[in-house]
């Protein structure tokens, strides 16, 4: 440890412009008394410009923690930190080693710093040594910093943005800097940063198949032509046989066969299943739009989602957690981090995108009735009004003013209204047909999004399943419920059905409010451990893929 006096003395002497005290140690190992305070003023003289200026490049890298920086070196004695062969070694394996996390290593000096290195190697000069100390701790700090927090501001990519995120103070960098030297676990510091969610490692670990498929050519685009369905022969039935055995869909025997046989149909349902088609068996447009999607597209995809992975899964523990996957259209009730019940789910349009935010179940409302939102009477019921559609006896909706009492629709002079200056509720009574079917569960949030049931059931059957306003429409909703209230006795299945029976409305709260996470993954892993391959309904992974292989910064919510 070091002396506590140490510090400040040494952080006094940079603010001063002057060199710090020679502190020998493991740092400079070797190394002659002129050396060691050629080094220490070197270093000192690097750190006053950038406070002075707060810009440093170094040999044309530009230095990017710059707060963390004079803290850290300040802290540590003035001294250089990375002289130790064994920890510069681990330094650019760390480095090396966040590509398995989908980031990239160039983004953290590594060219620099091999270079360095072996110019360190070949000569003594404290310019040298100083180079590549300010390179390998900005290297390291900005690797703490972006497995944990991410590289990327979800708030600047995602749109309505309001889970809570993580922080980290200046400070934090220097504790785990210190650790990270004085015990010699360099890479280990590191990896304790990484989201500890199975999602997290199942990601890593199909980059890194998807990454060596890459490296091994990948797979050949399909020749265009008309549908393949099992038992026809055609001349590209071999690339299709060769294309599902490199994903590992097909396990059946190699053959140049242009017969479509049945392991082959099997080989492109397991395909299928995992791009979430409908797992016919036979080779459409849909289906052919996935096969052809090249490897090094699907590496990017995963990297995209370990990045939304480490913004939101260092915060997932044990407890019971609703998780909507919009771009996977289902819904997932997970207990110690584990499935326990899953169902397809209905959500938001391309122009009413479901948001992703976080939230807490308080109640779930039987035999709900409707009260439509502002979004859809400016979108869709004033519109229609106004151009004469009667679309209150369509939807049987009924008119009632701010104080409760029934309205004759026929008395409104609906031209006149926008729908800001509506003076009217429009409400759908509970019944069969109402849109929120036969329960409604609530999590308040200022998007008026819930979940619900829906009595347009056979749209959970559409392999694309963006119908809804913006609420998420829940396949099998009344198991969840029984989850939801847990109370086997007063609120087992029997129970529910007979509150539904009953016809009235009733609300009913939770004993204990469960969390409820809405987020866009898409890429995931399904029951039997296979990676899931999604299509990007909202098309955000393009602009989330730039942003994480663009400009290297502190993250906003590094605080000083």
């Known amino acids: 440890m070091r002396p506590a006096y140490l510090a400040p003395v040494w952080l006094l002497l940079l603010y001063l412009g002057a060199a710090p005290p020679a502190v020998t140690g493991p740092a400079l190992a070797g190394s002659t008394g002129t050396q060691v305070v050629s080094a220490s003023r070197e270093l000192a003289e690097r750190l006053t410009e950038l406070r002075r200026d707060n810009r440093l490049t170094v040999t044309g890298e530009p230095l990017v923690s710059r707060l963390a920086l004079p803290l850290i070196y300040a802290a540590m004695g003035g001294r250089l930190l990375w002289q130790d062969p064994a920890t510069r070694t681990a330094l650019l394996d760390t480095v090396r080693g966040v590509a398995a996390d989908g980031l990239r290593p160039e983004d953290y000096h590594l060219d620099a710093l091999r270079r360095l290195a072996a110019d360190g190697a070949a000569q003594d000069a404290s310019a040298t040594q100083v180079d590549f100390d300010l390179l390998a701790t900005d290297a390291y700090v900005m690797v703490l910093y972006h497995l944990y927090l991410g590289k990327v501001d979800p708030v600047a990519i995602e749109p309505n943005w309001n889970l809570p995120l993580r922080t980290l103070r200046e400070r934090d960098a220097l504790e785990f800097v210190e650790r990270a030297l004085g015990t010699g676990t360099i890479r280990e510091t590191a990896a304790s940063l990484r989201p500890k969610h199975w999602l997290y490692e199942h990601g890593r670990a199909a980059l890194a198949r998807y990454r060596a498929l890459e490296a091994q050519g990948g797979w050949q685009p399909l020749s265009a032509g008309k549908k393949l369905e099992p038992g026809a022969s055609d001349p590209r039935v071999p690339e299709l046989r060769r294309r599902l055995g490199i994903s590992g869909d097909y396990q059946g025997p190699a053959s140049d066969s242009p017969v479509f046989d049945a392991p082959l149909a099997a ?26 999607v090249p490897v090094g597209a699907r590496v990017d995809q995963l990297r995209i989602n370990l990045e939304r992975g480490r913004w939101v899964l260092h915060d997932i523990g044990d407890e019971d957690l609703v998780v909507v996957d919009i771009a996977g259209y289902d819904v997932r009730y997970l207990r110690n981090q584990h499935s326990i019940w899953r169902a397809r789910a209905i959500v938001g349009q391309q122009y009413r995108q479901t948001p992703v935010f976080r939230a807490q179940i308080e109640s779930v409302v039987f035999n709900p009735t409707w009260t439509v939102p ?17 679309v209150l006896a369509r939807k049987k909706l009924e008119v009632y003013d701010r104080s409760g009492s029934p309205v004759d629709p026929g008395t409104i002079a609906w031209a006149q209204y926008t729908a800001s200056s509506f003076p009217y509720v429009l409400r759908q009574a509970a019944g069969d047909d109402n849109a929120l079917g036969r329960v409604k569960i609530n999590f308040p949030n200022p998007y008026l999004v819930y979940l619900h049931d829906t009595p347009a059931r056979s749209l959970f059957d559409k392999d694309d399943r963006t119908f809804s306003s913006g609420c998420i429409r829940v396949e099998r909703p009344l198991e969840l419920v029984e989850l939801l209230l847990g109370d086997p006795v007063r609120w087992n299945a029997a129970a529910i059905r007979a509150a539904i029976d009953a016809r009235g409305s009733r609300t009913v709260t939770l004993q204990r409010k469960v969390p409820v996470l809405l987020m866009y993954w898409t890429a995931d892993e399904d029951p039997d451990g296979r990676t899931v391959f999604k299509r990007d309904v909202y098309h955000r992974d393009a602009r ?17």
């Open 374 to 390: 502002p979004g859809i009477l400016a979108k869709d019921v004033l519109p229609q009004m106004q151009r004469g559609e009667n």
């Open 544 to 560: 989330l893929l730039r942003a994480l292989d663009g400009r290297v910064s502190v993250p906003a919510r590094v605080k000083a």
């Open 267 to 292: 080989g492109v349902r397991v395909f299928q299943q995992r791009h979430l088609l409908t797992p016919d068996g036979t080779v459409g447009a849909a289906t052919f739009r996935e096969l052809n």
